[in-house]
Each structure stands twice: as C-alpha cells, then as structure tokens.
C-alpha cells in the first residue's frame, strides 16, 4: 500500500496534463501511486497520459459529472493512507510530497496538511499566494485560527493539500450535491478546519495554474451552483475570522453575479455581509454599475498579462 494516494480529475487538458504528470512523477518522495480519473475528455488527453508509462499510474474512465463527483470517486479508488490532490493544469516542485510527508512525521495525529503555492496568472506572472501569516514567524505547524490566516488567499489550496483518507471520508468528501463549478473546495477546507486544525508549511512547493485553458472558474456564473454559506453562520461566535471568511467569499460571488447582471442573486449574496468584514475597495467595487466592473477587469487581466498583480483582498 503507497503512502500516498494522488488524485487528478481529468478533462479535456490535453495542452497541460503532461507537464503536470512530470511534475508527479519526477517527486524526491517516490511512495505513491497516482488515481486519474477522466470525467468524459472529448480531446486528446487520455491519449497524452497513455504516452507515460510508470506502473504507478491507473486510470478510471467515466462520463462527464463535474469535478466533485470526480475527485470523489478518485478518493474511493485511493489506497494509500493520505489522499493528495492535484489539477491536470496545476503542477509541483520536485519537493512537494518530500515537504508534506515531514509534516506528517513532525507533527502525528493530524489530519490534513498544506504548503504554500504560487498563482501563475500568465506564463511570466508567478505571484505568491499572500496570508497574513507571513507577516508573522510561524515557519510550519497547526493552525488553530485558519479562517483568519485565509481571508486573503486560502492557506489550504487543492493542488497543495493533503487529507487522511478516513478524515476526508468522514467529513463526507466533495459536496457534489448542493455545489457545482465553484467553491467544492472551498466548502470543505470550512467542514475540515471546525474539525481540526491544518498543519501548514510556509515552503512554497506547487503551482496554481490560473491561465489554462479550461479552466473550472471559467464556468459561466449562471450554471453554478455556489455554497450556502448560510450554513455556517452559527459556528461564527466560536471559531475567529470566520464571519469575515464567509463575507469575503459572498462578496467575490456578489461581483460574478453583478458582472452577469443577475441582481437578483447579487442582492441575495450581500444581504447577509457584515460591512466592518470589507475594505474600502470591496466596498467601492460592490457599488460600481455592471459596465464598469467589466472595464475594470479588463484593465485588470491585461496589467495582469504584463506582470502587474492588482487585487481587491489587500
């Protein structure tokens, strides 16, 4: 039985799933075997995994059913203890699985485990994922207070986390039921951080590729299905940060429903936003018309393409 078990949800990656397979396959840590799970491709990306040949490698077929259903079945078929995801456009350093699995040894009895990761918004624009954690000395080790360290970027990502299977399997795995397109994971990162906390390394170890083609936050807004983050309100009086956490995720929904014109949705998501949990900028942004957020994002995605990162978060 390998240590760890590293699930790809496959479709229609043809142009990137090569490079991210390398970046498995080339691991310091060699005790693993690799689950990719094919969600109905329609292009040539069966055909570019088939082209390695390592005995760690098995391949489940199916039809299309979205991503949580995919990763899901892919932790079913998983036999090693630890479950590690990874995107086929995202891809790792050499030393990612060498990281995590000194996380696990430093600090037993824990369930999931994270590294730091680079957004790579175009092919010259790498930019490090920002929590306010680094502005502090913590190096690697629990988070008790995960929302709080996340309201920037999430200190747990997909491609650069790590579960044990049995944790992953009682908290009830993807929600493939009430979520499509956006915010699976996001949804458990919030299940899995009111049940324990996340062991988390500094080291920047893995590569979220924000350019791909194909992408999953692509998905046109209007066949989305986003969390009720609803449901999670009254645990905020106990864990700290979560109240802002759960505003800055409706907020950011808020802005793709004001960008598509739904209102109606738009006013659903900010009705519940406690405005002390924005800053000025998300304020100002909520209030802008539908054609100047356009405009903006415009502006924003080509200064992007020229190494200049803008964001709302900070």
Known sequence: MPKFSIVIPLYNKEKEISKTLNSVLNQLFTDFEVVIVDDGSTDNSLARVKELKDERLRIHE?????????????????????????????????????VINDLINEFPGFHWFATSYFKQYSKRVNVKMFSPIFNTEFERGPIDEFFKYSVVDSLAWTSAVVFEKHFLTELGMFNSQGIHGTGEDTDLWIRAALKSPLIFSKTFTAYHVMHADNRLSNTKTHLRKFINFDNYEAYCRDYPGLKKYLDLNRFAIAIHYKLLGDLDN????IKNINPNSLNKKQKLLLKLSQNMLRKLLIIKQKLQNNGIYLTAFK
């Open 266 to 269: 738009y006013e659903n998501q």
């Open 62 to 98: 199916k039809h299309n059913e979205g991503v949580a259903k995919t990763r899901n079945i892919g932790i079913d078929l998983a036999s090693g203890k630890y479950v590690a995801f990874l995107d086929a456009d995202d891809y790792w350093e050499p030393n990612h699985l060498s």
